[in-house]
């Protein structure tokens, strides 16, 4: 008997999940694995791709007792005979672009698709092309009018074929530059954030009617991950944001504007750093707040009606804007306190008259709330 080897290992575009194709002298699966810090939260997602010997009548479960890859029974195959080993050369690995889900293509053909979403729930969800009937080792992957994963399968690999031939950027960035410009005026300076590495990520400065404004440009190019779980049929009205934060020029002075505004950079990263989301009511720690504040609360209602716009569609998708509103130690402890305690706090902001724009203000939470 010899161990599995592996025959492809690609990782994500972060790092955090890694995809590979294990074969042995008797089976081929498809695995996603957590990287290193994320293994406490996640498990290995596994597919089975082929039976290197004949289908078995019944479950093997000698191999699944020993560890080992199991073979799959001969109900749920395609092909009872034994099929020939892959060929690590006919191997492409392409990951969805919310950086938690990914597709097997050999010599052309689409074999497996293991699906984003499935990530984080109990149930192992995969789907193979040699696979008749569903049964735990995987599902059948039938076609792309059977399928919705098959299809968006298709999609994602024309969705990067045309991010390699540079065709997306620029009709994005100006789509969204000129929304931008026509709501706050012209932008005058322009910040990289994407770190050198895809996808472009920047963030547009302006200054309108005495405020000035910071909004981002790239994130919705990807899908967040974990909101097709949580969303389902609705994901595509959650799963695709930018941030944005406005400061009151007579609180503080541009420079200092600026410096609280990088807070947006590492955030514009965090749902594909974490393998998470960013939604209304959600706060983040930052050392980038002002004095006094411990951070950041999100929110498209806070925007109140003048900074409540439609951004640009990505991929026929809505696009949401959130605004960045500094939040104190003790009102970010309210909002995490309960499950709905975000929505809570920006209500209580608005009560007060908070808005999108910082001011100063008093807080809105008192101790023991």
């Not at 492409?92 to 074999?111: K, T």
């Not at 499935?118 to 569903?134: P, T």
């Not at 190019?221 to 799963?239: F, G, K, N, S, T």
Request: with cysteine; net charge negative; aromatic share 12%.
């Amino acid at each position: 008997m010899t161990e599995p080897y592996q025959i492809a290992e690609v990782p994500n575009q972060q790092q955090t999940l890694i995809a590979l194709v294990e074969q042995d002298e008797r089976t081929a699966y498809f695995y996603i694995w957590p990287a290193e810090a994320f293994r406490t939260q996640f498990a290995v997602r596994g597919c089975w791709l082929r039976n290197l010997l004949p289908a078995p009548a019944q479950e093997d479960t000698i191999a699944m007792e020993q560890g080992r890859a199991p073979l799959l029974s001969a109900e749920f195959c395609r092909t009872l005979l034994a099929e020939p080993m892959l060929d690590p050369a006919g191997l492409q690995i392409i990951w969805e672009p919310s950086d938690d889900g990914a597709a097997l293509w050999y010599q052309g053909q689409l074999l497996a698709v293991i699906p984003g979403w499935s990530l984080y729930q109990e149930k192992q969800v995969s789907y193979s092309a040699g696979c008749i009937k569903a049964n735990r080792l995987t599902a059948p992957l039938g076609s792309a009018s059977t399928n919705q994963h098959y299809a968006r399968a298709q999609q994602h690999r024309q969705f990067w074929r045309d991010w390699q031939e540079g065709q997306g950027w620029e009709p994005f960035q100006q789509k969204m530059l000129a929304c931008y410009s026509q709501q706050f005026g012209e932008s005058l300076k322009y910040y990289a954030i994407d770190r050198g590495s895809w996808p472009p990520m920047a963030i547009s400065q302006h200054y309108h009617e005495g405020s000035w404004y910071f909004l981002t440009l790239g994130m919705s190019i990807r899908p967040m991950p974990w909101v097709d779980h949580l969303y389902e049929d609705l994901a595509p009205q959650y799963r695709r944001t930018e941030l944005a934060l406005a400061i009151d020029a007579g609180v503080m002075t541009e420079d200092n504007a600026v410096q609280m505004a990088s807070a947006l950079a590492g955030f514009a990263h965090l749902p594909w750093d974490r393998l998470s989301w960013l939604g209304e009511g959600h706060t983040l720690s930052s050392s980038m707040a002002p004095v006094g504040f411990e951070g950041f609360i999100l929110s498209g209602a806070l925007g109140r009606e003048a900074g409540q716009f439609p951004l640009p569609r990505f991929d026929d998708e809505k696009v949401n804007l959130l605004w960045a509103a500094p939040v104190t130690q003790l009102e970010r402890e309210f909002a995490q306190a309960e499950e709905n305690g975000g929505y809570q706090l920006v209500a209580r902001l608005l009560q007060y008259g908070a808005g999108h724009i910082f001011r100063a203000r008093q807080q809105v939470i008192e101790a023991g709330e």
